[in-house]
């Protein structure tokens, strides 16, 4: 069918998320909500898009049964023109979840879609359309680009506790209109499981919403495709997905705590104790529940660029499938190193021949924080020795020094995982590696979980820590605050980049204006 003129990137119509948030939470996985026409597949879990650019993007939905995926897009919320797309057949397979990719979108506009599901033996029987809205990349630079950030949702037990609204971090992101999420990992914790009620130190009762998917690790494939489903449980996620698209990765706990490729666990609640097993079906249902673009190509990978027109470009890291296995840290050759070489040589060719104003690079790991795994091993890149690049700290290096050759301009890392808020700036003459142009690191998280104190600095690259936020003691309940989300707002006219670290209710907490053109800041 034909286009219709878009209206302006800037023309949200908000019927689309009031009907996306209508949705009620169902009472049990695969229950149908009230509206939905009898004996036709229903999409109680919602919509959500991923991977969108200039003129694409792929838009998610799970069934309730066997059904056909249609969506539909148009210039309005009306539909009086719509194009259609003809999705997957969704079933058993894929847990009933399927995704269809939209392409020759107008760029910078805002696009509404809605997604039906039709009986695959009569096309004429279809359920309840769920609609969502989202904007394409604008090729104007006029327009700006501003995302927000975050990750861990629903770690250590805390999960979805409807006495404080769940999720509500959600809505508070959503009330900045950002174009896209940046998930930093930690999407689920398959490792984590959520029991009815937690005992606060106050004295009161935390209570979570629980499924028997929750109830014990995951192990099996259904165990982690019931950890992704658990989320979507959330009225505010639901309706967040309806009307910003994400760009996801993942770290640990998507399969288990501090994993690695190789490694065996010891840890008495799993039968399972190959974690390459766990992690395949880790990833697999991690393909099924968000859209991600490079997971649908043969030998698809979480690392990728996402392009958002002439100022900004998305690197997006995968720190945890090509690692080689945690230890102290020591070494001095380690080629492997945390991002396998494979991916080392992607991410430099491509930042050398981006032309984006800015170039975020999403890592799921901090750079210069020491996360321990256990007593002697470490968990991330720096391990505690202020000395000379030794272990995974050699490829950053190596990428620090690829950057400053090459004279690349516009590098800042956001990334999530240690579960506080803070502000790193990296400075060559503080280091002991300098051959590297000053840099900033921002952090932010949890978005649902257990808060922590701040992590140890690593004096190798030469960190000064600006701000922070974080408890002074471990596991804080997100009924005690200390929930973070992180905003990017670049300027289509003077091109600088703003980011504010902000707490659960959208309250600014840190600032700071980035001026574009430089290789170091």
Same mark, same amino acid.
């Given at each position: ?16 998320l ?16 009230? %509206?939905?026409? $009898? /004996?036709?597949p229903?999409? =109680?879990? !919602?919509?959500?898009?991923?991977? &969108?650019?200039?003129?694409? +993007? ?28 003809h ?43 769920v ?29 979805i ?16 209109d950002?174009?896209? %999420?940046?998930? $930093? /990992?930690?999407?689920?914790? =398959?490792? !984590?499981?959520?029991?009815?009620? &937690?005992?606060?130190?106050? +004295? ?66 799993y ?17 099924e ?16 660029v ?76 720096a ?19 690829h ?35 000053p ?59 703003t ?23």
């Open positions: 069918m034909s286009h219709s003129p878009f209206p302006r990137r800037r023309s949200v119509l908000r019927g689309t009031a009907a996306s948030a209508a949705l009620s939470l169902p009472t049990a996985l695969g229950a149908a909500p009230a %509206f939905a026409r $009898s /004996g036709r229903n999409a =109680a879990w !919602g919509v959500q898009t991923g991977d &969108v650019t200039a003129d694409s +993007g792929l838009v998610w939905v799970r069934s309730d049964r066997p059904a056909r995926m249609v969506v539909e897009t148009s210039a309005t919320e009306s539909f009086r023109n719509p194009r259609r797309w999705g997957p057949l969704l079933g058993p397979g894929t847990d009933f979840t399927g995704t269809t990719r939209l392409r020759g979108l107008p760029s910078g506009e805002q696009i509404h879609y809605r997604v039906l599901l039709a009986d695959p033996d009569d096309p004429r029987r279809t359920g309840e359309p609609t969502g809205t989202f904007r394409t990349a604008s090729g104007r630079r006029r327009d700006g680009v501003r995302f927000v950030w975050s990750g861990d949702l629903a770690g250590q037990g805390w999960g506790n409807p006495e404080l609204g769940g999720y509500t971090i959600y809505n508070a992101m959503a009330a900045l950002p174009d896209f %999420f940046l998930c $930093s /990992g930690d999407t689920v914790y =398959a490792d !984590g499981p959520i029991g009815e009620t &937690v005992a606060l130190p106050d +004295g009161r009762t935390w209570r979570n919403i629980t499924t028997e998917e929750k109830s014990k690790v995951a192990e099996t494939l259904a165990e982690f495709r019931g950890n992704f489903r658990y989320n979507l449980l959330d009225a505010n996620l639901r309706a967040f997905n309806a009307r910003v698209p994400s760009v996801v990765q993942w770290d640990d706990h998507e399969v288990t705590n501090n994993w690695y490729p190789g490694e065996i666990l010891t840890d008495g609640r039968i399972e104790k190959r974690v390459d097993v766990l992690a395949a079906r880790a990833r697999r249902a991690f393909s529940y968000f859209p991600v673009s490079t997971l649908r190509r043969p030998g698809g990978r979480v690392h990728r996402l392009r958002h027109g002439p100022l900004l470009d998305v690197f997006v890291l995968d720190m945890r499938t090509y690692r080689n296995a945690n230890s102290p840290g020591d070494q001095a050759v380690d080629d492997q190193g945390i991002l396998g070489r494979e991916q080392l040589e992607w991410l430099k060719r491509e930042l050398s021949r981006s032309r984006a104003v800015w170039k975020v690079i999403a890592s799921d790991m901090p750079i210069g924080l020491v996360v321990p795994d256990g007593a002697t091993a470490v968990e991330a890149v391990q505690g020795d202020p000395g000379r690049p030794l272990g995974r700290e050699l490829q950053i290096a190596e990428l620090l020094r950057i400053k050759h090459r004279r690349i301009t516009g590098t800042v890392w956001l990334t999530a995982d240690v579960h506080h808020t803070s502000a790193q700036h990296y400075l060559p003459s503080r280091a002991a590696f300098t051959d590297f142009e840099f900033w690191e921002f952090v932010s998280g949890p978005l649902n979980a257990g808060a922590f104190p701040a992590s140890a600095l690593d004096g190798t690259f030469g960190p000064d820590r600006v701000f922070v936020k974080a408890p002074a003691t471990g596991n804080v309940s997100p009924a005690g605050g200390y929930q973070f989300f992180g905003e990017v707002a670049i300027d289509g006219h003077s091109g600088e980049l980011v504010r670290l902000r707490e659960q209710d959208g309250a600014v907490l840190f600032t700071k204006v980035l001026q574009p053109g430089r290789v170091g800041q």
